[in-house]
């Protein structure tokens, strides 16, 4: 069983910073591609940012600049560091990523349960 595990969500005023992370246990033997999604009310799902195990990331154009994406493999744990946070950023954040189980061989993509960031005007 493995599982990701989000926290940092929470409430902020226009302007401020949060932190995200995402933290994967269980029977792991690596971590690969890591990613952020996001979910606004009444909106798709969409990816925010990704990073691979090697560190090479890519950004959603509405958050370059202002979002740095980064990961500690020691740890399977992934970051989002949220800066100049707008209130269109609100939504619930979901971490996403390819994990090899201990005694298996292909990639099993698996999603945290979502954590919710609330930016007010």
């Known amino acids: 069983q493995v599982q990701l595990v989000e926290s940092g969500g929470g409430l902020v005023q226009a302007g401020g910073s949060l932190r995200l992370s995402c933290a994967a246990s269980?029977?792991?033997?690596?971590?690969?591609?890591m990613n952020w999604y996001r979910q606004a009310p009444g909106n798709q799902r969409e990816l925010v940012a990704a990073?691979?195990?090697?560190?090479?990331?890519n950004y959603a154009t509405s958050v370059k600049g202002r979002f740095t994406i980064s990961r500690d493999n020691a740890k399977n744990t992934m970051y989002l560091q949220m800066n100049s946070l707008k209130p269109e950023d609100t939504a619930v954040y979901y971490c996403?990523?390819?994990?090899?189980?201990?005694?298996?061989?292909?990639?099993?993509?698996?999603w945290g349960q979502g954590t919710l960031v609330t930016v007010s005007s």
């Open positions: 996403n990523a390819d994990v090899i189980r201990v005694g298996s061989w292909g990639n099993l993509g698996i």
């Open positions: 269980g029977s792991i033997f690596r971590v690969n591609a």
């Open positions: 990073i691979t195990r090697g560190g090479s990331t």
